[in-house]
């Protein structure tokens, strides 16, 4: 029997592009791998062993540890609720859109979209993969693969290479392997590693594996990747991540993954932006940007807001004249507790300062170690903190998402600026049922007041330019939107 396949007319997202006027960019759209295909690139590049061992621990599948625990185990190890039904299934159409590149480059106007960056679903598990001969592998296996599959539909289409961060060498491999071989111009690294704690070692694997500490390559790594920095701008690629926080303490629930999904890219996220800062990564390498994807943007306009803070408030100079102990007038302080101690504290001041609380500050000598905690950022002044975090970091927003309306509520954010919010749809998953509606729910965060018109065109065009040219002028170039883009690079430039 054959199934016709009709299709809609001209859907609300492609009268919306039409009637905006500009270029509508994704920077998130996800796709699914077809299992047979990519095993046979699996087993090209290591091995018919590996094919087997890959498939028997395949990340997020039902062979996941917890799939296969009892209630008392998962108690027992506390084994956090992975991911279930993620892909939405009600509609043939949009489940086969996800796997097909011919089908997701036909369709991709009809959710108002010109160009699209693709996260294939495996490519952001991989350089997760604890095992170093398999995340290699697979790292290698993804990127081949995708660069295949997805090059006749460059035009509106790029793939991001899975690149493993486990060591800044296996990192540069990959990255050169990407970008010179496969010829592949969008990157995605894990947002972090997870290393054993030194100290725990000793006890054996099991207890490696739990006593963990996230590394976030940019402030107490247990490596350098200043070169992989340096290797990112001289193959004039931007890293963007898209990783999970769930598992973290706080995500660990035995039973709801809402429970643990909720917030979990934006807290892994958050991680990486806070250690690029703090490590000086965007103060040594100014033209290097970076994007966070899935998280939101209301994090990112906390965090700003947040470094601002802390900056007025624990600047080295601002500590020395307000929180040292050496300013503490000790006479007069004793003399407080005398008159309004009464008989708890009477005969007893030999004790203040003994090391309770924040009394134990008073306590000499008391060495906090370097007081300058913004000195690796370079930060001298605030409009420091704003210049590089601004010019530095984009959040990937999905198109119904209204908490953008933060990223752009330049009457709250200091300084008067915009946090540099882009679309990344999320489309191929679970909360995106419908992905032809991708521009029309971003237009409506205008008809509902939250975005203006303004506003809007640098969510769905110009950050996603401006972040994407910012290494790479021609990397447009030959695509659906390369007119547009020599537009925006030549109003720059005035």
Request: hydrophobic residues 40%; negative net charge; glycine residues 6%.
């Amino acid at each position: 029997m054959t199934i016709a396949l009709e299709r809609p007319q001209k859907s609300k997202s492609a009268q919306i592009r039409e009637k905006l006027g500009y270029p509508i960019i994704d920077t998130d759209v996800h796709t699914q791998e077809f299992p047979p295909a990519f095993l046979d690139y699996l087993e090209q590049v290591a091995g018919s062993k590996i094919v087997e061992r890959f498939q028997d621990h395949l990340p997020g599948s039902s062979r996941s540890k917890w799939f296969k625990q009892s209630w008392e185990e998962r108690r027992a190890y506390r084994t956090a609720r992975p991911p279930f039904w993620t892909r939405p299934t009600n509609d043939a159409l949009n489940l086969a859109t996800i796997s097909l590149p011919k089908l997701l480059h036909e369709r991709l106007q009809e959710a108002g979209t010109d160009f699209a960056v693709v996260y294939p679903n495996l490519a952001t598990m991989a350089p997760h993969i604890g095992n170093e001969e398999m995340r290699l592998a697979v790292c290698r296996a993804v990127n081949t693969y995708h660069a295949d599959i997805f090059r006749q539909y460059a035009d509106r289409l790029t793939p991001i290479a899975a690149i493993p961060m486990n060591t800044p060498e296996e990192a540069i491999a990959e990255l050169e392997y990407a970008v010179k071989v496969l010829g592949l111009k969008a990157i995605q690294i894990p947002g972090h590693v997870r290393r054993p704690i030194p100290a725990f070692e000793k006890y054996g694997e099991e207890v490696a594996n739990e006593a963990i500490w996230i590394d976030t390559y940019g402030l107490d790594s247990k490596y350098d990747y200043d070169p992989f920095w340096a290797k990112c701008v001289e193959l004039k690629v931007v890293p963007t991540t898209h990783s999970s926080g769930m598992g973290w303490i706080q995500r660990r629930s035995i039973s709801n993954y809402q429970y643990n999904h909720i917030g979990h890219f934006a807290s892994a996220g958050e991680a990486l932006c806070k250690a690029l800062f703090f490590g000086g990564v965007t103060h040594r390498f100014p033209t290097l940007k970076f994007a966070f994807l899935e998280g939101g943007s209301a994090w990112g306009a906390s965090l700003y807001t947040d470094l601002i803070w802390h900056w007025d408030t624990r600047n080295k100079d601002h500590m020395l004249e307000f929180n040292n102990p050496a300013n503490v007038n000790r006479e007069e302080l004793l003399e407080y507790y005398l008159r309004y101690g009464g008989e708890h504290v009477h005969g007893r001041l030999d004790g203040l300062g003994s090391g309770l609380g924040f009394h134990a500050d008073l306590v000499a000598p008391h060495d906090p170690g370097e007081l300058d905690e913004f000195a690796l950022a370079g930060v001298k002044q605030p409009e420091d903190i704003r210049d590089r975090f601004l010019n530095s970091f984009y959040f990937g927003t999905e198109s119904d998402d209204t908490r953008v309306a933060h990223a752009f509520n330049r009457k709250a954010n200091p300084y008067g600026e915009r946090i540099k919010a882009f679309l990344g749809s999320d489309s191929g998953h679970w909360d995106v049922p419908d992905i032809t509606a991708v521009a029309a729910n971003a237009y409506s965060f205008v008809e509902r007041g939250i975005l203006n018109e303004e506003d809007l065109r640098y969510f769905l065009s110009i950050h996603p330019l401006e972040l994407y040219t910012s290494l790479n002028r021609d990397f447009f170039k030959g695509t659906a939107v390369e007119t547009a883009a020599q537009e925006y690079l030549a109003s720059q430039s005035v």
